[in-house]
């Protein structure tokens, strides 16, 4: 039986991990959204190209399953990205009906120019949490997440499941 951190009669929203969580999220999106803006950049864009740069995503499919996104809007936002030879698309050598991504240069400076951005900007927030207190914070959301990644199991879209058919 899970422990009892909640309780029905004394529970509110906004103590909530999840709402917590999302507040947090969505605060600093906004912060970071307005700082890449002046260098005429957007959040979606910058987290696809980190996607890809990490080895987080390969393709459209795994950024979409990965962000909940719409996939027609990601292949739109990924388009843009390679009108401007930020990214390109490339036919993968193991299987060609896959269409990878990866960085250019341009993406790459690109990059080297936003990353510090988003430091700051985390930095920022987090200025008053000793390291240790940083360390900790990531540290329990890689287990909360870990533990809700059991809860709630990878689930493959129709498509997938059919190319596995």
């Known amino acids: 039986m899970a422990k009892a951190h909640y309780k029905p009669e004394s529970f509110h929203l906004r103590d909530s991990i999840g709402y917590l969580v999302k507040r947090s999220q969505r605060l600093m999106q906004e912060r970071i959204e307005g700082l ?3 260098q005429d950049f957007t959040l979606q864009q910058w987290v696809v190209l980190m996607y890809v740069r990490d080895g987080l995503a390969v393709t459209v499919a795994d950024i979409c399953r990965d962000l909940h996104h ?3 809007a990601m292949t739109r936002l990924v388009d843009q990205l390679e009108d401007r030879k930020l990214i390109e698309r490339r ?6 009906r896959v269409i ?3 960085l250019t240069k341009a993406g790459s400076d690109v ?3 936003l990353v510090p951005t988003a430091c700051d900007a985390l930095n920022t927030a987090l200025d008053g949490f000793s390291r240790e207190e940083v360390k900790l914070m990531q540290s329990m959301l890689r ?3 870990g533990r809700l990644e059991e809860l709630v199991p ?3 879209t129709s498509s997938e499941k059919e190319k596995a058919l």
């Not at 036919?91 to 060609?96: F, G, L, Q, V, Y």
């Open 111 to 113: 990059l080297d120019t």
């Open 154 to 156: 990878y689930s493959p």
């Open 91 to 96: 036919r993968s050598a193991e299987d060609r």
């Open 36 to 38: 890449f803006e002046k």
């Open 143 to 145: 287990r909360l997440i």
């Open 100 to 102: 990878e991504l990866s």
């Open 70 to 72: 719409d996939s027609g």
